[in-house]
């Protein structure tokens, strides 16, 4: 188990988060909050929400790795770190392994489709995470080396594959 006081300092006074590694300010967000936003997205843009989401979430996964300083030479140490550091955001549980052509990304009970209900016509929530894992690789891999693939969204597991292209 992790102690969140380990990560965060909270001052409740000034209504102040700050991760404690990187020194900066952050909020948190309820998974049912979060599936409001999504739902209204969708109900905004339509289709064109996941669209959104899957840059807002390629932004985010390539800002955050950058501000982790997390790449590694020794890639499997990166991974390691990624699958670690979505595990304690609390997205689910993450694993990533390697496969012949690239990486599997499994995510048990994640945070983005878990929680949304029924709403199966609108489990968009994957292509922010879908997204995410794009911003990672292109700062692994580089832009135009890699391809992302949605194999499965649902409530009991999400996986995604990575698939490297030389
Ligand atoms: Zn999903």
Redesign the pocket.
């Given at each position: 188990m992790v102690d969140i006081e380990e990560q965060y300092d909270i001052d409740d006074k000034e209504g102040i988060i700050v991760n404690k590694r990187f020194g900066q300010r952050s909020f948190f967000l309820g998974a049912n909050e979060w599936n409001s936003l999504i739902e209204k997205l969708h109900g905004t843009f339509s289709s064109g929400a996941a669209v959104i989401l899957y840059d807002i979430g390629k932004s985010y996964g390539a800002s955050s790795l950058e501000q982790e300083k997390a790449i590694d030479a020794d890639l499997q140490l990166t991974i390691d770190l990624l699958s670690r550091e979505s595990r304690v955001a609390g997205w689910g549980k993450v694993g990533i392994t390697r496969t012949e052509k690239g990486f599997a990304v499994r995510?048990q009970r994640?945070v983005?489709?878990s929680a949304s209900g029924n709403h199966r016509e609108i489990?968009i929530?994957?292509f922010f995470?879908k997204g995410v894992i794009a911003g990672f690789a292109e700062l692994l891999f580089g832009s135009g080396h890699f391809n992302v693939e949605e194999i499965h969204?649902?409530k009991d597991c999400?996986e995604f594959v990575v698939i490297l292209s030389g």
């Open positions: 995510i994640c983005f489709c489990q929530g994957c995470v969204c649902g999400c």
